[in-house]
Nanobody
């Protein structure tokens, strides 16, 4: 069983920054997804055990995913936030062929 604990969401003005954290009980492939009201959940960024990253086109150059393997924590640094980034952000982990999701943290970007 893998437990994921997200933190760092909140309200920020457009152009501002936030950093999300996801603490995992194991070191895994991890990713951040988001789901805006009325839209499907979408991949934001992912990072493998060896540090390879992947980003959605909409966040490239603004968001950075990183991990601290010693703390089993993955971060999502979000800069230059836009109102369209408003969503619930979910941490996802894959371990041993199983899929795990956090409960989500709300990010609201005001214009």
């Amino acid at each position: 069983q893998v437990q994921l604990v997200e933190s760092g969401g909140g309200l920020v003005q457009a152009g501002g920054s936030l950093r999300l954290s996801c603490a995992a009980s194991r070191t895994l492939f991890m990713a951040w997804y988001r789901q805006a009201p009325g839209k499907q959940r979408e991949l934001v960024a992912s990072i493998t055990r060896d540090g390879s990253t992947n980003y959605a086109d909409s966040v490239k150059g603004r968001f950075t995913i990183s991990r601290d393997s010693a703390k089993n924590t993955v971060y999502l640094q979000m800069n230059s936030l836009k109102p369209e980034d408003t969503a619930v952000y979910y941490c996802r982990a894959i371990y041993g062929g199983m899929d795990y999701w956090g409960k989500g943290t709300l990010v609201t970007v005001s214009s």
